[in-house]
């Protein structure tokens, strides 16, 4: 079935560090890739999203390339805060599926000064 | 415009006990969802809906019961708590499926114990 598959965490960095946070997904059909962010005590977040291949997502800073050739999504920001400590999880959805997403297992960020 | 909220943020019950969790959005959306989060395992699909009157089970559908009798409320209950049902779990609401998928918009969570 329709899965994904994040890099384990958790991963620390020091401030202003290149962040690359990995994901590659199985699915039928043609997903939609999606970047969620959790901080902590809040619900999830969407980050930033792309709906086909070689589309690429960007949100504050982050981006996420769609690649079908790698199956891959991988999240990158080229210098993390503290406030971007956060849970980041991956995810897919197959259109006509009634919006079902599937979300990887998430991975922990932390940003220290 | 307050979003996905989400009705307790926190409860213990007893093994076997009742609750219902309330999920209310006020985005008009058609479609809402109830996912539980566990360390790990990522978000898990419990039940969702595609409209009012309507329910469908998702990944983990057994021991929860879901409500749509409104469009901006959906209700996940639990007939009979058992401490593996232990999770947070987050509402979460999208527009109409249109063939491009939706982005859903999370509720804060509620947290569940159950001893």
Redesign the interface.
Known sequence: GDS?TQMEGPVTLSEEAFLTINCTYTATGY??L?W?VQYP??????LL?A?KADDKGSNKGFEATYRKETTSFHLEKGSVQVSDSAVY?CAL????N????R????TRLTVKP | NAG?TQTPKFRVLKTGQSMTLLCAQDMNHE?M?WYRQDP??????IH?S?GEGTT?K?EVPDGYNVSRLKKQNFLLGLESAAPSQTSVY?C?S?QT?T???????????TRLLVL
């Open positions: 994904v997903p939609s999606f969620y005590g809040e619900g999830l977040q969407l999203k709906t999880f959805s197959v259109p006509y009634n919006n079902d997403m979300f990887g297992a998430g | 996905v479609y969802y790990g395992m990522g978000l898990r699909l969702y595609v469908a998702g987050f979460a999208s499926e063939g491009v998928t939706e982005t859903q918009y999370f509720g804060p969570g």
